[in-house]
């Protein structure tokens, strides 16, 4: 018998001539636009920026459905006597229009949130500062190997609301997801995972308590039936557990728990832990990754995939995972020189993550626009890994400088070069190179200052080094 979702049934018939409005037009927002005219929402779009920057197909959509729009800077002056808000997920919920009009009985969400409450099945959430997306990745592979219907969304793959009614009570759903979606949200997954909690997106939340008070929001509203995967390892999501209503499963590269799962560095082993028995489950010389933070991404990824996954499974998945787009992304090996493409560094712990994963004298490409963060521990690692350094855009000069201070409290010596852009930067490694380097882009920092985003700067990375 074909099922059907009462949930998601009742929820359509619930918008029709409702008054919505949709606030932000990025990628999670855009499928909206077409299920909502499907079922007879009246809708009206809000964007911060004008209508002549917009995708020609988004506004020849909504002249087709006769929607309503304000676009510009002052758009959400109108936005009064609404119904339902779905904000984009950089629309945080602290801004005074949304405010006003909860006040006034409005709901506001995401079109993520909406995805949780009206999905018939279980859903595995993943969050934290670093190693989302290759944590999501992981679970995943091993999702897919034990023959799952799955389908990976959120910040990572295709918005899934939309894809609501496709999907039954057997199927898996595995959403990474960012402080932005999570910081209003009041439903949890059965599943979740905070992977670390360091400073990031500093300009853009209020504080860093706004920032972790976010993140818990993906274990919060468990039940006792629930399970949260936590890093022991981290200072505050160690603890998460004291909060956590579910099931807490743990996972460690720097002890050796009596529960939960290791990256043991004696023995280069991953292993599970069940009341101080420890179970050897594959060697890192049988991984494709590299570095101690993929060895804890995949400990995560085991424990998020225990209930549903056998061990046999997990570890043939693992063993045939490449890796993920523009994280520490193999390119190209030229005159005896590897280059790694990790544009996804856009903060300082993210690429001294990268820079710990290899053993191998290091070229560093770094710099890109600023997010307010403090490059000092950054620096410190450049000194222990780096051999040259090469710099570029606005936050350049906080590199160096952090990097000359570290220097000066060591015998350490790197060599700084200054260029104007990537492809530069690129050129010049080229020529500075020796065999047996390793030149690793991992900017710690965004990349707003030259590209749209950390993937067209990965992009444009790959194509500059095949070309040399």
Excluded at 88 to 102: A, D, H, M, R
Excluded at 214 to 229: C, P, R, S, T
């Amino acid at each position: 018998m074909e099922y059907i979702n009462e949930k998601l049934k009742q929820f359509n018939n619930y918008i029709k001539g409702k008054k919505i409005a949709i606030v932000g037009l990025g990628v999670s927002n855009r499928d909206l636009i077409d299920y909502l005219y499907e079922y007879g929402a009246n809708v009206t779009v809000f964007h911060n920026k004008e209508i002549e920057k917009l995708d020609t197909q988004i506004t020849q959509k909504l002249e087709k459905y006769n929607f309503d729009y304000y676009f510009g800077e002052d758009a959400l002056s109108n936005l009064k006597g609404f119904s339902i808000i779905f904000r984009s997920p950089s629309g945080l919920p602290t801004i005074p229009e949304f405010v006003e009009e909860v006040k006034n009985g409005a709901l506001l969400t995401t079109e993520i949130e909406m995805l949780i409450k009206l999905a018939p099945c279980k859903i595995i959430g993943i969050t934290g500062t670093e190693g989302k997306t290759t944590t999501s990745s992981i679970i995943h592979a091993i999702i897919k190997e034990a023959g799952y219907n799955c389908y990976l969304g959120g910040n990572i793959g295709t918005p899934l609301f939309t894809k609501i009614s496709e999907m039954t009570p057997d199927d898996i759903i595995i959403l990474e997801m960012s402080s932005f979606q999570l910081m209003d949200m009041d439903v949890s997954p059965e599943i979740s995972v905070v992977t670390n909690i360091y400073p990031d997106h500093l300009n853009i939340h209020s504080s860093y308590e706004e920032y972790r008070e976010a993140k818990k929001n993906i274990f919060k509203y468990q039940n006792e039936n629930d399970i949260v995967i936590l890093n022991y390892d981290n200072e505050f999501t160690k603890e998460f557990a004291k909060e956590a209503n579910g099931k807490v499963i743990l996972f460690s590269s720097t002890e050796k728990l009596s529960d939960g799962y290791i990256y043991d560095k004696n023995d280069g082993t991953l292993k599970f832990c069940d009341d101080g028995i420890r179970r050897h489950i594959l060697n890192r010389n049988d991984i494709k990754l590299r570095g101690i933070h993929n060895y804890e991404n995949i400990c995560t990824a085991l424990a998020a995939t225990s209930s549903l996954v056998d061990i046999d499974t997990q570890v043939k998945a693992i063993k045939e995972f490449n890796g993920v787009e523009h994280r520490l992304e193999f390119v190209k090996e030229t005159n005896g020189v590897k280059w790694y493409n990790d544009s996804i560094g856009t903060s300082p712990t993210s690429t001294i993550a990268g820079l710990n994963a290899f053993d191998e004298n290091i070229i560093l490409l770094a710099g890109g626009s600023d997010k307010g963060l403090d490059y000092k521990e950054v620096g410190e690692a450049i000194i222990k890994k780096v051999g040259i350094l090469i710099l570029t855009g606005p936050t350049a000069p906080l590199i160096e400088e952090a990097t000359k201070n570290a220097l000066a409290k060591s015998n350490k010596d790197v060599k700084i070069y200054h260029c104007k852009s990537l492809e530069e930067a690129v050129n010049l490694a080229n020529e500075v190179s020796k065999i047996g380097d390793i030149v690793l882009l991992s900017p710690a920092s965004a990349s707003f200052d030259a590209f749209k985003n950390f993937a067209e700067r990965g992009e444009k990375f790959k194509e500059y080094v095949t070309n040399l």
